[in-house]
């Protein structure tokens, strides 16, 4: 089991942000887009517990900057396998991130209103290499990255519901 935390908080210009890492150039997930978390340890007694402590330790954000507005259903992986329990969180941005440069390339923090527009979408055929025959696959555009993947399916169905200021941020 696996959990990421989807960090959102509302910036001094009103506009709603979500902080997202570029993962380091090395390892199974090799500079992807995606969500602070991990795998569970055996100290983690929920899936809230787990998204906690990894953006913790992955991005310098403490536990005590987070308030957990939900958890959402767990999804599967389609290239490893992992089972992931994504949890909403807002939170209060600390004044500088401090990435773990073995795991963390970069922190992003991302505009929820600029992945809403259209233009910010994409669909690749490159995206999971040995998949036969290849299968289209929707991504967003982020600066010169794309967002694929669990990530993507994570992120989406939340962008309207975030826009729509159905928890407070």
Known sequence: MAAVLVPVYRAPSG?????L??????GRHAGQIAFP?????PEDRTPIETALREAEEEIGLERERVEVLA???EIETRASGFVI?????????PETWRPDPREV???LEVPVASLAL???????????AGWTPPQPLPFYRIESHRLWGATFRILEPLIPRLLADEWPV
Do not use: C
């Open 15 to 19: 506009e709603i942000r979500v902080v």
């Open 21 to 26: 890492i570029r993962r380091a150039e090395r």
């Open 37 to 41: 978390g991990g795998r569970s340890d």
């Open 71 to 73: 958890t959402f259903p």
């Open 85 to 93: 329990v994504p949890v909403l969180g807002r939170i209060r941005r």
């Open 105 to 107: 390339a970069e922190i």
């Open 118 to 128: 259209p233009e910010s979408r994409g669909e690749a055929l490159d995206l999971v």
